[in-house]
């Protein structure tokens, strides 16, 4: 897949398919502004537990990993399904993730 381009999705667009293998997809309700800056909190937080392992520092690790669980929830990869939830709740699923996120925002 090229770097800029849209993943597969399945027919009823929940997933999508990488490498042949199925993904939950972003919630496609999620506002373009927060959806990027909950992927840039993402990346970096992916980035942390990189860092972490490297130094084999397991709290910032454990942290880093928490970080991650929290961005992936609120952009609807991960929790409850984002098509099991009501319009309210998905809005406060990314609302949540982001006031969190923000809060602990370090170095980006």
Same mark, same amino acid.
Do not use: F
């Given at each position: 897949?090229?770097?800029?381009?849209?993943?597969?999705?399945?027919?009823?667009?929940?997933?999508?398919?990488?490498?042949?293998?199925?993904?939950?997809?972003?919630?496609?309700?999620?506002?373009?502004?927060?959806?990027?800056?909950?992927?840039?909190?993402?990346?970096? =937080?992916?980035? #942390?537990? %990189?860092?972490?392992?490297?130094?084999?520092? *397991?709290?910032?690790?454990? @942290?880093? &990993?928490? !970080?991650?669980?929290? =961005?992936?929830? #609120?952009? %609807?990869?991960?929790?409850?399904?984002?098509? *099991?939830?009501?319009?309210? @709740?998905? &809005?406060? !699923?990314?609302?949540?993730?982001?006031? #969190?996120?923000?809060?602990?925002?370090?170095?980006?």
């Amino acid at each position: 897949m090229a770097r800029n381009s849209r993943p597969e999705h399945t027919a009823d667009g929940r997933y999508v398919v990488i490498d042949g293998r199925r993904w939950r997809a972003t919630d496609p309700d999620l506002p373009a502004d927060d959806a990027a800056r909950l992927r840039r909190h993402l990346m970096a =937080a992916r980035r #942390a537990v %990189g860092a972490a392992l490297r130094s084999r520092d *397991e709290e910032a690790e454990r @942290e880093a &990993r928490g !970080r991650v669980h929290t =961005a992936k929830v #609120a952009l %609807g990869e991960r929790g409850t399904p984002w098509w *099991e939830q009501t319009g309210t @709740e998905r &809005r406060t !699923r990314w609302r949540d993730g982001l006031a #969190a996120l923000d809060g602990e925002a370090g170095p980006q």
